[in-house]
T-cell receptor, first 118, second 112 residues
Framework: DTGVSQDPRHKITKRGQNVTFRCDPI?????LYWYRQTLGQGPEFLTY????????KSRLLSDRFSAERPKGSFSTLEIQRTEQGDSAMYLC????????????????FGQGTRLTVV | GDSVTQMEGPVTLSEEAFLTINCTYT??????LFWYVQYPGEGLQLLLK?????DKGSNKGFEATYRKETTSFHLEKGSVQVSDSAVYFC???????????FGAGTTVTVRA
């Protein structure tokens, strides 16, 4: 396993267009997180999933944002009608909430998708 | 709400110098505390963590002690190397997951 992968790495889009990002977590991880990071700031939590269930959404996640994890494996984050303020790095992370003999793991982050809205 | 405040950078040091990055937090209850590092061109990596008061996290020569009385989790390393050049983030979580609140990050550059 090569870790958490995100696609695309970079996306430039015009204001008003829709964009979708994909995150492939580490295969056995049941938790998946999305964060947003703007220049000079730390990451801000957006939402997270346990298996396919979306357990929590931040107030930062406006109605234009939607995230899915349909089979409890990969996840997508869609932004509709993009605005210039959406320009940021979007980070995905995954972790294992241990069950039985399996122990909890730390969260592993992907390298992110950098979105630029022009 | 939860918040993390860390020392502003950038910080520039010579090799073998002592590094301290201050971090204080505001949170109810007893959060877990973390330091993450981001090396150039790479994703965030967990450097160390502490889950209760007076715990000391350590890794790669870095240490940080969870101080409940001062709500702090300062990162220290006694002798830095050029390879320690990175952005360091302090973070907390109030629950048994990785819904993290991060500080703004401190850029550290170590010169040979």
């Amino acid at each position: 396993d090569t870790g958490v992968s995100q696609d695309p790495r970079h996306k430039i889009t015009k204001r008003g267009q829709n964009v979708t990002f994909r995150c492939d977590p580490i295969s056995e991880h049941n938790r998946l997180y999305w964060y947003r990071q703007t220049l000079g700031q730390g990451p801000e939590f957006l939402t997270y999933f346990q298996n396919e269930a979306q357990l929590e959404k931040s107030r930062l996640l406006s109605d234009r944002f939607s995230a899915e994890r349909p089979k409890g494996s990969f996840s997508t984050l869609e932004i509709q009608r993009t605005e210039q303020g959406d320009s940021a790095m979007y980070l995905c992370a995954s972790s294992l909430l241990g069950q039985g003999p399996l122990r909890d793991t730390e969260a592993f982050f992907g390298q992110g998708t950098r979105l630029t809205v022009v | 709400g939860d918040s993390v405040t860390q020392m502003e950078g950038p910080v520039t040091l010579s090799e073998e110098a002592f590094l301290t990055i201050n971090c204080t937090y505001t949170a109810t209850g007893y959060p877990s505390l973390f330091w993450y590092v981001q090396y150039p061109g790479e994703g965030l990596q967990l450097l160390l963590k502490a889950t209760k008061a007076d715990d000391k996290g350590s890794n790669k020569g870095f240490e940080a002690t969870y101080r409940k009385e001062t709500t702090s989790f300062h990162l220290e390393k006694g002798s830095v190397q050029v390879s320690d050049s990175a952005v360091y983030f302090c973070a907390l979580s109030r629950s048994n997951d990785y819904k993290l609140s991060f500080g703004a990050g401190t850029t550290v550059t170590v010169r040979a």
